[in-house]
């Protein structure tokens, strides 16, 4: 069982940026791909972004991608979202996520293990 916490979110003005971190309480973090996604309202569960094991790979969104950067380390069972130049289009509430074995990072089903969310608001 992996518990994954996640903080950050908040209010923030259309252009600014945001931190997103997440906080994962198995010691065989490094095992996991890590993934972010989204939710807003109305609106199905959409990839966000995510990182292989060895953070090898990274994969984007055509959304966010130029935009956000994935990074994690595994020393700290840590998983971090920086967005920047952020839009309206961009508020949801932003789910990380642990998979054990993946082959599709961008697919919701692969994940095996989710946080609560942190809501993040774009204001124009």
């Known amino acids: 069982q992996v518990q994954l916490v996640e903080s950050g979110g908040g209010l923030v003005q259309a252009g600014g940026s945001l931190r997103l971190s997440c906080a994962a309480s198995r010691r065989t973090f490094s095992r996991y791909a890590m993934g972010w996604f989204r939710q807003a309202p109305g609106k199905e569960r959409e990839f966000v972004a995510a990182?292989?094991?060895?953070?090898?790979?990274?994969y984007y969104a055509d959304y966010v991608k130029g935009r956000s950067t994935i990074s994690r380390d595994n020393a700290k069972n840590t998983v971090t979202l920086q967005m920047n130049s952020l839009k309206p289009e961009d508020t949801a509430v932003y789910y990380c996520?642990?998979?054990?074995?993946?082959?599709?990072?961008?697919?919701?089903?692969?994940?095996?293990?989710w946080g609560q969310g942190t809501q993040v608001t774009v204001s124009s």
């Open positions: 990182i292989s094991w060895s953070s090898s790979f990274t």
């Open positions: 996520a642990a998979a054990s074995t993946v082959d599709d990072y961008r697919t919701v089903d692969e994940y095996d293990y």
